[in-house]
């Protein structure tokens, strides 16, 4: 019953993310976050730099990350390394690493989709983790992420975890297991 369970959501996940998409393409070389600005170098050694004018804040300044326990950290890197990363040899370590043995095939499957940019989850933070038992009765963590995704501030993902092993992971889109698994956790659903 597990094993159907498991294989199911992946299958859904599949489904939802897009495999088919064309929208797949190649990041840019370099970002605005790469480029740094370099010091002149006509300055005379008796001359100190002067330093560059500090930019006013525009934001709130984000408040301190909190302390992730092991499962928030794997669910994070799942995130991260595996759901918007490129570096394929990092997807591999991480399935071979932190997913479910009996899920690790079907992650292996769509470790090569590359998520379209308007489909990744960026500045994702851990916002809460209970204990959940599905229906099944297996026993997993779950842990709600937030982050941005395309125009929506405030996208959500729920990463299901057993024994720090990721099993799944359940976006909005997937109503079914994404509603069933969001009704254990206290944080308010984010209104759009």
């Not at 390394?81 to 997807?91: I, P, R």
């Not at 359940?170 to 206290?186: G, I, L, P, W, Y």
Request: include cysteine; proline fraction near 9%.
């Amino acid at each position: 019953m597990e094993r159907k369970f498991v294989i199911s959501l992946i299958i859904a996940f599949m489904a939802l993310t897009g495999c088919s998409s064309n929208n797949n393409a190649a990041e840019p070389a370099t970002s605005p976050a790469a480029v740094t600005a370099e010091s002149p170098a006509s300055a005379s050694p008796s001359e100190e730099p002067t330093p560059a004018p500090t930019p006013e804040p525009t934001a709130k300044p984000t408040p301190a990350p909190k302390k992730l326990s092991g499962t928030e950290a794997v669910a994070l890197e799942y995130v991260n390394t595996f759901l918007n990363g490129t570096d394929e040899e990092a997807k591999t370590k991480f399935v071979t690493e932190h997913v479910y043995p009996d899920a690790q095939v079907l992650f292996q499957v769509i470790q090569s989709v590359e998520i379209p940019d308007d489909q990744k989850l960026n500045n994702p933070q851990v916002i809460e983790s209970k204990h959940y038992s599905d229906e099944g009765g297996m026993k997993v963590e779950a842990v709600l992420i937030h982050g941005e995704k395309g125009a929506d501030a405030k996208s959500e993902l729920i990463v299901l975890l057993t024994d720090q092993k990721v099993l799944w992971a359940a976006a909005s889109s997937d109503q079914e297991t994404f509603s069933e698994a969001r009704n254990v956790f206290k944080e308010p659903i984010p209104k759009p």
